[in-house]
């Protein structure tokens, strides 16, 4: 099946540095790639939309630039979080986008990478 | 009121038991909903979708949306230790647009 590997897996920084976190599609390539955040006991929630080689299209109430996405590639993409502080502290996950002929839904062609735990201190 | 409600557990049962997971949502107007399972340090991985209401059968696992209730269930059938995971209900307004997902029940199936 497709793979979805994110890099790194957890990461301490301290407030006020910048974090970057990798999106990778191993064996497909991915026109679209989505990030998400998860805060302790809470859902999974959409940060932002990127396709190769245009802007992010990013979810109200999230700042585009403080979390800079990316989508240099067919197969990567990458979140800064710029200043990090504290509150940044969360679970980021990737998911990338397999480019399928027909009309096949989103979540049928949507794999997710396994997640990035970030911790700001 | 949150869009899409899903007690986070979590909830333990002894092995080859039936389980029931459950949420509810706000939004009359989703149309598809799914469930995934996530295991530790993974991503979620789709398990089964429906459209609208009605019953959906994949092996031991069935999934069940009830629109005029706005409650969608997944039953486990003979449930084993592999089964312990965190599941996470979704739901989305058409096919091409954004996830909403619950927060996820861990369930922990006890050999």
């Known amino acids: 099946g497709a793979v979805v590997s994110q890099h790194p897996s957890r990461v301490i920084c301290k407030s006020g540095t910048s974090v970057k976190i990798e999106c990778r599609s191993l064996?497909?390539?991915?026109?679209?790639m989505f990030w998400y955040r998860q805060f302790p006991k809470q859902s999974l929630m959409l940060m932002a939309t990127?396709?190769?080689?245009?802007?992010?299209?990013?979810e109200q109430g999230v700042e585009k630039d403080k979390f800079l996405i990316n989508h240099a590639s067919l197969t990567l993409s990458t979140l800064t979080v710029t200043s990090a502080h504290p509150e940044d502290s969360s679970f980021y996950i990737c998911?990338?986008?397999?480019?399928?002929?027909?009309?096949?839904?989103?979540?049928?062609?949507?794999?997710f990478g396994p997640g990035t735990r970030l911790l700001v201190l | 009121q949150k869009e899409v409600e899903q007690d986070p557990g979590p909830l333990s049962v002894p092995e080859g038991a039936i389980v029931s997971l459950n949420c509810t949502y706000s939004?009359?107007?989703?149309?598809?909903f799914m469930w995934y399972r996530q295991y530790s340090r993974k991503g979620p991985e789709l398990l089964m979708y429906t459209y609208s209401s009605g019953n959906k059968e994949d092996g031991r696992f069935t999934a069940q949306v009830d629109k005029s209730s706005k409650y969608i269930s997944l039953f486990i059938r003979d449930s084993q230790p592999s089964d312990s995971a965190t599941y996470l209900c979704a739901m989305s307004l058409n096919r091409d647009d954004k996830i909403i997902f619950g927060k996820g029940t861990r369930l922990h199936i006890l050999p």
């Open positions: 064996d497909f390539q991915a026109t679209t």
């Open positions: 990127s396709n190769e080689g245009s802007k992010a299209t990013y």
């Open positions: 939004n009359s107007a989703f149309q598809y």
């Open positions: 998911s990338a986008r397999v480019v399928t002929p027909g009309l096949a839904a989103l979540w049928e062609t949507q794999y």
